[in-house]
C-alpha cells in the first residue's frame, strides 16, 4: 500500500519541491496551504504523515500540530516541522506537542526524505 503524506506551506514553490521528491520517493502527497486547510482536508483521509512549516497565515503549524493530536482518529500521526525557525523554545514547544523531527529551511531533499522513512512503518 502507498503511504500517504500532506504537505503543508503557505509556499507554493516550496509545496511543489517537496510533493516532487516525496513523488519520485513513491510516495501518494496532498497538500494543504495553512492548518486550517490542512484540518479541512484531513477529514476523512488516510495520512500516514504531516511535513509542515510553522509560519503560515490562517493557522500557524504548532497551533495546526496541537488540533491534529488532540483528534482520536490523528493523533499518531508523525508530524514534521520544516522551517526557518530554529529556536530551542520552539522546538521544546513542539516536542511538547508530539512533533517528530525538526527540519530548518534550506533544506537538502535527502534530509527530509530520510526523516520520513525513519518515521513511517512500512
Not at 26 to 35: H, K, P, T
Not at 83 to 107: D, H, M, Y
Request: proline share 5%; with cysteine; hydrophobic share 45%.
Amino acid at each position: 500500500m502507498t503511504k500517504t503524506v500532506m504537505i503543508v506551506d503557505d509556499s507554493i514553490s516550496l509545496r511543489k519541491v517537496v510533493s516532487m521528491a516525496l513523488r519520485n520517493a513513491g510516495y501518494e502527497v496532498l497538500e494543504a496551504s495553512d492548518g486550517q486547510d490542512c484540518l479541512a482536508k484531513l477529514e476523512g483521509q488516510r495520512i500516514h504523515l504531516i511535513i509542515s512549516d510553522v509560519n503560515m497565515p490562517g493557522m500557524d503549524g504548532l497551533t495546526m500540530a496541537r488540533h491534529i493530536k488532540s483528534m482520536p482518529a490523528y493523533k499518531f500521526i508523525p508530524i514534521i516541522m520544516l522551517t526557518t525557525e530554529g529556536s530551542e523554545q520552539l522546538k521544546n514547544t513542539g516536542r511538547e506537542i508530539g512533533v517528530k523531527a525538526w527540519i530548518l529551511k534550506p533544506f537538502q531533499p535527502y534530509q527530509m526524505l530520510d526523516a520520513v522513512t525513519k518515521l513511517i512503518l512500512p
